[in-house]
């Protein structure tokens, strides 16, 4: 029976066409999700490093939110400015927080290292909260963002794309009289 619908949904279409179709409906997909994550206040980033094992692993992917730095508790794994290195990004657990001249004094920790950081932020200040964990999705994600990998998937999309449209401006393929 499954066959059978399978065959009614495919048939007269090209292979290579149904294939196309389903990528480009995951590809929207999953730019969908990602985008209403983002307009929700949520952040999607892959974790580069083992130093929160065993809850976190590199090649993760996280999904955070935004709250306030006051709301963090001990405990909470949370995002946050890197306090010595500008530019990058860190996820640790709350160690400790505490109010400091209308600032916010954290100690944060990874799970796995032998020390932590001190840092501050406003008192108004924000960081992500660790919501999900996808585990190992942040290297093919990483893969898939390298800039050689980038252009060999949009060269072949393209070539695609103008097989598709000139086949059916010719009037070639499954189903057609040449």
Known sequence: MGSAVALRLTRGRHPIGVAATLLAGGAVTLLVIVGM???TG???MTDMSDS??????????LVTEAIAARDARPGDIITFDDPVRDGRTMTHRVVSV???GGKLAFHTKG???????????AADGTAG????????VGYVLNWFGRPPVRFILLTLASVLLAGLVLARVWGVGPGRRA
Not at 52 to 61: E, H, L, N, R
Not at 111 to 121: C, L, P, Q, S, V
Request: aromatic fraction near 2%.
């Open 52 to 61: 929160m094992q065993p809850a976190i692993a590199a090649g993760d992917v």
């Open 37 to 39: 994550l983002v307009a």
């Open 42 to 44: 949520h952040r999607v």
């Open 129 to 136: 909260h660790v919501q999900v964990v996808i585990p190992k």
């Open 111 to 121: 799970d796995a290292n032998g020390k932590g950081e001190r840092w501050t932020i």
């Open 98 to 100: 505490r109010e400091q």
